[in-house]
């Protein structure tokens, strides 16, 4: 937990002696569910398979904590295990943040922050991020089904996040709209062709790319969202943990 702030932490730390490249992982759940807990799986692959340590931030949950309580949590957890890199045995030449759904959406508004104050980050993992508040892109509108996470989802995770719809143009509540993504993190952003939040996330590549950032962007094909963290029933899911855990490793290699 961080003193400072009361907020729980868990960490995730492969074998080896520190200082260590470390991932600061922010959960998904639409910025209202999720813990810690529900990132447990993704951690721990990922620790495993890069090596790295990752440490998971269990930032404050909306409607009780609205935008931009969670975004502030996160950049100043960020902030915290930097400033205390010796006690988290943190390489602070190495440290990337992630996440994934809302999480990556706070790891896309913390690189925003950081940017202007710090820590210095080498990278960001995009795991089909939001990244834009009433988003009406060609997957929004296809994402209609019932039975699978939908742009009606969507609607609802935003409504209880954003204490008014005028936050949505906020850049921290919507990445996509920052006046500038120059100077930011490479990035690594991933998709699914089933998702109603995969154009935006796109989107939120190409600008990044156009900005001259070191961006990749992958696609995968019959996935759905959600599926990042399904490795154990998905090949999708395993591919994408792996591609992550290549991109991470050669992240922090430099």
């Not at 931009?68 to 915290?80: E, F, Y």
């Not at 045995?89 to 994934?100: T, Y």
């Not at 998702?195 to 990044?208: I, S, T, V």
């Not at 992958?218 to 998905?234: E, I, N, P, T």
Request: with cysteine.
């Amino acid at each position: 937990m961080l003193a400072e702030s009361g907020l729980p932490l868990r960490i995730y730390r492969p074998e080896g002696d520190g200082p260590l490249p470390t991932l600061v992982y922010f959960f998904g759940g639409g910025w209202t569910l999720g813990s810690i807990d529900t990132a447990d799986g993704i951690c721990r692959q990922l620790a495993n398979s890069v090596p790295c340590q990752v440490i998971t931030v269990g930032y404050r949950l909306a409607p009780e904590n609205p935008f931009p309580a969670a975004v502030h949590d996160c950049h100043q957890a960020t902030q915290s295990i930097v400033a205390r890199a010796a006690e988290f045995q943190v390489d602070v030449d190495r440290i990337a943040v992630g996440g994934d759904s809302a999480g990556g959406n706070l790891a896309a508004a913390t690189t925003l922050l950081a940017r202007e104050s710090g820590p210095s980050l080498v990278g960001q993992l995009l795991v089909y991020p939001n990244t834009l508040y009433g988003s009406d892109t060609a997957s929004m509108r296809a994402g209609d089904d019932p039975f699978l996470f939908n742009k009606t989802s969507v609607g609802w995770y935003w409504e209880h996040y954003l204490s008014d719809s005028a936050d949505g143009l906020n850049p921290l509540a919507s990445p996509l709209l920052a006046t500038s993504h120059a100077g930011l993190p490479p990035a690594l952003v991933i998709t699914a062709e089933y998702d109603p939040l995969r154009d935006e996330g796109e989107f939120y590549a190409e600008k990044l790319y156009a900005a001259g950032v070191p961006t990749e962007l992958s696609r995968y094909d019959g996935m759905v969202h959600g599926f990042f963290a399904m490795s154990g029933v998905l090949d999708g899911g395993r591919k994408a943990i792996s591609e992550a855990a290549t991109w991470l490793r050669r992240t922090f290699d430099g």
